[in-house]
Every structure is written in C-alpha cells, then in structure tokens.
C-alpha cells in the first residue's frame, strides 16, 4: 500500500532531551513537510523539503530540526531548545503544488 | 496576512440531514484549496481537492465549491451519517510550501 507511515506513534521527552520523529512516504513525492498541531488551532509548518539534501524553515522552525538524505525519509528532531514540545505532529508529501497527503501522527508529550 | 477561517467552530445535526461548512480565505491568489477529515488522534485524510481554476469537486455525497473572488469555499455534505463524525479542515495552498489551515469545524451526526 503506498502512504506515509510516522513512528512512533507516541513519544515521551523528559526535560532536556533530543526525540526524533520518523517520517517515511513510499509515494514517489518529491515535497515534504512537517506541520504541528495544537487543540483549537490549525496546522503550523515547521519545515518543508522540495528535494533530496534541500529543507526550509517554516513558521515556527525554532527549537527542531530536520534532515532529507533520501527522497522516502524526512525524519524531524525535537531539540532540547524547543520549551514547548507536548503537541500533535503530522508528516505529509506531495507531487509539486497538487494534492497533499498526510501520515497517522505522532503525540509527543513532555514528562 | 494569509488567514484561513473556518465556521462554525462545531456543528451538531441529526441524521439524515444535509449540511454545509465554510471556509474564508483572506488572499484569493491561491493555487488550490483541499478539505481534509480528521477523526481523534489520528492524521488527516484528504477529501477534495479544487484548482484555483475550477468552481467545484464532487466525491459521493460531498461536494466542494470554490469561490475564488470572494475567498470563499464550501464543502457540503448530504445525507449526513453517524459516520461522518469527525473535524473538517480547510487548506489553502499559496505556493509549493505554503499551505494555510483553518482550525476546522468539529462536525457530530447523531442517530
């Protein structure tokens, strides 16, 4: 089945400790982006990535960070610098300016 | 600014009804506009999508307007089901990067 598949599904951060959030889509997309949401508000870009080794800030990319060594992968790390974490975060890919697909997500909660 | 509005904030109906929820966009210079479902805890599902181009997309018993001049979108739903229970959320995409997101409107269909 092609779709996008976040792992965990959920992930605890004790103080001061780095997480890593695993996105992996098997549908050929060359976009790819990660959004935070929080209850009552809509989704915010964190970063994006158009190509291979290629990524840009988004909205509220402070405090995480991201790689894109292969075209399937596009794995975000919560930093330590992030002071606000506990939140619902969603993957997704897209063909260039079509439709956007998303992953299940992950709850990543501060304990 | 790029805001995406989303009323009413929830809606509760009986069964059987038809129903129509709305999405405002303030900046028309949009590449297209796609409605997603989301049930609790899980990510989004995409529902329709409409090119700046078109006026409108049908998939089954929905049915998604576009009004580009005014910044407005509408998705409507007929015959409402138990099953269509879930938080409907609009997306505008202004470029490759830049998709906005209304909060969404908490939709509940009671048998």
């Known amino acids: 089945d092609g779709g996008i598949t976040q792992s965990p599904k959920y992930l605890f951060r004790k103080e001061g400790q780095n997480v890593t959030l695993s996105c992996e889509q098997n549908?050929?997309?060359?976009?790819m982006y990660w959004y935070r949401q929080d209850p009552g508000q809509g989704l915010r870009l964190i970063y994006y990535s158009q190509i291979v080794n290629d990524f840009q800030k988004g909205d509220i990319a402070e405090g995480y960070s991201v790689s894109r060594e292969k075209k399937e992968s596009f794995p975000l790390t919560v930093t330590s610098a992030q002071k606000n974490p506990t939140a619902f975060y969603l993957c997704a890919s897209s063909i260039e300016y079509t439709e956007a697909f998303f992953g299940q997500g992950t709850r990543l909660t501060v304990v | 600014k790029q805001e995406v509005t989303q009323i009413p904030a929830a809606l509760s109906v009986p069964e059987g009804e038809n129903l129509v929820l709305n999405c405002s966009f303030t900046d028309s210079a949009i590449y297209n506009l796609q409605w997603f479902r989301q049930d609790p805890g899980k990510g989004l599902t995409s529902l329709l999508l409409i090119q700046s181009s078109q006026r409108e997309q049908t998939s089954g018993r929905l049915n998604a307007s576009l009004d580009k001049s005014s910044g407005r979108s509408t998705l409507y739903i007929a015959a409402s089901q138990p099953g269509d229970s879930a938080t409907y959320l609009c997306a505008v995409r202004y470029n490759n990067n830049d998709m906005r997101f209304g909060a969404g409107t908490r939709l509940t269909v009671k048998p």
């Open positions: 549908l050929n997309h060359d976009a």
